[in-house]
C-alpha cells in the first residue's frame, strides 16, 4: 500500500462528516432565525425617490421596519409605512399616513396648480397616505384609500446615514 492510501486511510472522516454536518445544520438554522426575524418582526428598508423629501433622501437612507405594530394595529396619523402599492403590487412604496377608518382628510387636488381641494372619509378597514413632498408623490390622491393589509411596516429608525441617525419624525 502507498504511503499516501496510508495517510488517507488514516484520516476520520466519519469524525470530520459528522461536524461538517453539524455546522451545516447550525448555519440553516441561524438563516432561518435572520428570515423570520427579518420577515416578521424587525425588517431593515432602502427608500428611493422624492416622494417623501425632505423626510427621506431620494436614496441612500437605511430606515429599520417595525412590522409587528401593523399587525397589532400600532400605525396611526403620521406614521411613516412601507406599503405594497395599490397600483403595482410588485412595487413596495413609503408614505405617511394622514387618516385612519372615519377620518375626514381634506387634499389638494392640484396641489402645483389650484387652491381647490376635496375633502373624502376614508372608509372602514382604510388608510389615507401621502408623500411629503405633495408635488411629486403618486399618494391616495391619485389611487384613493389604501387597505389596511397592505401595510407591510412602520418605518421608526433611521440607521444611515449617520448624520442622520434617530427616529423618522411624526407629522400629525
Not at 466519519?14 to 461536524?19: P, S, T
Not at 376635496?118 to 411629486?136: A, E, F, L, M
Not at 391619485?142 to 441617525?165: A, D, E, N, T
Request: with cysteine; hydrophobic share 40%.
Amino acid at each position: 500500500m502507498s504511503r499516501f492510501v496510508r495517510r488517507l486511510a488514516g484520516i476520520p472522516w466519519r469524525q470530520i462528516a459528522g461536524e461538517a454536518s453539524s455546522v451545516g445544520l447550525l448555519m440553516a438554522q441561524g438563516l432561518c432565525a435572520v428570515h423570520v426575524v427579518s420577515e416578521h418582526v424587525l425588517g431593515v428598508a432602502f427608500p428611493r425617490g422624492p416622494s417623501m423629501l425632505p423626510a427621506l433622501n431620494m436614496a441612500g437612507d437605511v430606515l429599520l421596519t417595525d412590522k409587528v405594530s401593523p399587525r397589532r394595529g400600532w400605525v396611526g396619523p403620521g406614521d411613516v409605512v412601507l406599503l405594497l402599492s395599490p397600483e403595482d403590487p410588485r412595487k413596495i412604496v413609503a408614505k405617511r399616513v394622514l387618516g385612519m377608518e372615519g377620518d375626514e382628510v381634506t387634499y389638494p387636488v392640484d396641489a402645483g396648480n389650484s387652491d381647490a381641494t376635496k375633502t373624502v372619509v376614508v372608509p372602514q378597514g382604510h388608510i389615507w397616505v401621502q408623500g411629503d413632498n405633495i408635488y411629486s408623490s403618486n399618494d391616495s390622491r391619485q389611487f384613493g384609500p389604501v387597505p389596511y393589509g397592505l401595510v407591510k411596516g412602520k418605518m421608526s429608525y433611521r440607521i444611515w446615514p449617520p448624520s442622520r441617525i434617530g427616529s423618522i419624525d411624526s407629522k400629525e
